[in-house]
């Protein structure tokens, strides 16, 4: 059920309880006992009233650990509680707020933060399609390739941590034993503050590409063939057929896998706590969730580490609301 639909079935229980109650009271040929019997009956047998027992449990567990602790989480950073005792609600203030203001070091995680939000949902959106575009074709085993591509992305985070950290080895990993083989220097992978996010970004990329993918041949399939051959009727090329055609309609093939990829990139404290096995990173690879988990657990700031967290639930929130409007708008939700 969507969100529209749920809203419209509360406005139907409403009026059609409202219209039973002024029939059953029109021309005063019931006593107003009689009247609120009908009404009670009519609440008792309405759909929607015999469904709140069942939604019932699930809004309320909803309401009080999720919603209950972002409203918490939110009073707690108002605060300066450092983890030990009560926090005290006497005086709240923005003070936590100003410091991450102030904080190069929040400034840092905040900019790498950015880098990896951005570059790896466009890779991850340029491998998917290239991918999607490759297995739309008709060539022998596609079905195993998708297979393959798609195998990582049912990892955890902690899985291919542990595989990236044997991969970016520095003596004898398979990337460093490759670049190697070929005459060219091995570059520190891990221990290089200046090219440890982009090796973060492409096992990230390898995980998470085969997603947008399987997004992409979706989208692919769903094209009418009617519209290529009339392009082909009229002589346009493969590569104009792609993008006059193939690619405006991928519109929302690419929306909703940007949504979702973006949504990963800032859940990826996982894979650096994995990767570097502590709450302190490099320098290059600290991310706002690193830093808010180390704030409130290593510093004991949790004040400070809650206003962290606000920030990272809003930027969250700039993601992924302009999305759930326009599918609201659709009548998707």
């Known amino acids: 059920m969507t969100l529209r639909d749920f809203i419209a079935r509360v406005k139907r229980a409403v009026t059609t309880i409202y219209r039973r109650q002024r029939k059953a009271t029109d021309g005063g040929t019931l006593t107003s006992t009689r009247s609120s019997r009908t009404l009670l009956g009519s609440i008792r047998h309405n759909e929607f009233i015999q469904s709140i027992p069942f939604l019932l449990p699930t809004l309320v567990m909803i ?26 609600y006497e005086e709240l203030d923005l003070e936590q707020y100003v410091r ?10 905040a900019r790498n933060t950015f880098v990896l939000l951005l570059a790896f949902t466009v890779l991850c959106l340029v491998v998917g399609l290239g991918l999607a575009i490759l297995l739309d074709q008709e060539i022998r085993f596609r079905g195993t390739i998708r297979l393959i591509y798609l195998f990582p992305f049912s990892l955890s985070f902690i899985v291919t941590a542990q595989v990236w950290l044997w991969l970016y080895n520095y003596s004898n990993g398979l990337v460093n034993t490759t670049i190697r083989a070929v005459g060219l220097p091995a570059p520190h992978w891990i221990g290089n503050p200046k090219i440890v ?15 947008a993918m399987v997004v992409y041949l979706a989208g692919l399939r769903s094209i009418p063939t ?13 590569i104009r057929i ?24 800032l859940k990826a404290f996982d894979f650096i706590y994995a990767l570097f096995g502590s709450y302190q990173p490099q320098k290059g690879a600290d991310i706002l969730a690193t830093k808010m988990v180390r704030e409130a ?37």
Request: aromatic letters at 16%; charged letters at 10%.
């Open 197 to 211: 996010l982009t090796a973060i970004i492409i096992a990230l990329v390898w995980q998470f590409s085969g997603y």
């Open 100 to 109: 991450a203001i102030h904080d190069p070091g929040l400034l840092a995680a």
């Open 226 to 238: 009617a519209h290529f051959e009339a392009a082909k009727v009229d002589g346009a090329s493969t």
């Open 297 to 333: 657990f290593r510093s004991q700031e949790w004040a400070y580490g809650a206003a962290i967290a606000i920030i990272l639930f809003l930027l969250a929130m700039a993601v992924i609301s302009p999305y759930l409007y326009s599918q609201y708008r659709r009548g998707k939700l």
């Open 242 to 265: 792609y993008q006059r055609i193939i690619l405006p309609q991928l519109r929302a093939s690419t929306v909703s896998a940007s949504v979702v990829l973006m949504v990963f990139a």
């Open 63 to 88: 309401g009080w650990f999720i919603y209950g602790a972002i409203i918490w989480n939110l009073v707690i950073s108002l605060t300066d509680f450092q983890g030990f005792g009560t926090p005290s």
